[in-house]
T-cell receptor, first 118, second 112 residues
Framework: DAGVIQSPRHEVTEMGQEVTLRCKPI?????LFWYRQTMMRGLELLIY????????DSGMPEDRFSAKMPNASFSTLKIQPSEPRDSAVYFC????????????????FGEGSWLTVV | QKEVEQNSGPLSVPEGAIASLNCTYS??????FFWYRQYSGKSPELIMS????GDKEDGRFTAQLNKASQYVSLLIRDSQPSDSATYLC????????????FGQGTRLTINP
């Protein structure tokens, strides 16, 4: 079974440019998460979706960031305009429905998108 | 106070010894806890989950949960150089039951 698939794996862009990161969750999973990881702040949750609906976007840093999930198999995280401080690894993760107690709470990560804004 | 806190280390342990990693959490309503391992340049991968007070063993790994003290730990027995990585503790709370909040991670090095 394919894992969480992210693209691009690496991106270098100039300040002010628009960046779009893409994610395909594990088939059958109904929750999708976008995390950002930096040395200073660690792994931070930006936003998560349940059944394609955004549930909690309190971690989105500012209006320059937006995320969408038009269907169960695709999500995007967009940064416009990008700034050097956005340089980080952006992870997408997904989780299946929890049918038996807490056993469905395991989150599986994609390989990450390494973003550098110069 | 951060929701999940870890000693960032680095923690250095000789090969064959027991490595002990610790984590505390602030939300008393948290129900589920996870330990992820992250090698440099890679994504986090789940190694243990624990939901009930007490110990849970899986091979060389033992997770311990003490809800009264709001404390989670991970023990790695017979440490191997391949265990060298950053270990991330994560938990969810009643209100955030659908999301995982991660600690800063503890960098572990096993010395041959």
């Amino acid at each position: 079974d394919a894992g969480v698939i992210q693209s691009p794996r690496h991106e270098v862009t100039e300040m002010g440019q628009e960046v779009t990161l893409r994610c395909k969750p594990i088939s059958g999973h109904n929750s999708l998460f976008w995390y950002r990881q930096t040395m200073m702040r660690g792994l931070e949750l930006l936003i998560y979706f349940n059944n394609n609906v955004p549930i909690d976007d309190s971690g989105m840093p500012e209006d320059r960031f937006s995320a969408k999930m038009p269907n169960a198999s695709f999500s995007t995280l967009k940064i416009q305009p990008s700034e050097p401080r956005d340089s980080a690894v952006y992870f997408c993760a997904s989780r299946g429905a929890s049918l038996w107690g807490n056993s469905g709470n395991t989150i599986y990560f994609g390989e990450g998108s390494w973003l550098t804004v110069v | 106070q951060k929701e999940v806190e870890q000693n960032s280390g680095p923690l250095s342990v000789p090969e064959g010894a027991i490595a002990s990693l610790n984590c505390t959490y602030s939300d008393r309503g948290s129900q589920s806890f996870f330990w992820y391992r992250q090698y440099s340049g890679k994504s986090p991968e789940l190694i243990m989950s624990i939901y009930s007070n007490g110990d849970k063993e899986d091979g060389r790994f033992t997770a311990q949960l003490n809800k009264a003290s709001q404390y989670v730990s991970l023990l790695i027995r017979d440490s191997q150089p391949s265990d060298s990585a950053t270990y991330l503790c994560a938990g969810n709370g009643l209100q955030g039951a659908q999301k995982l909040v991660f600690g800063q991670g503890t960098r572990l090095t096993i010395n041959p």
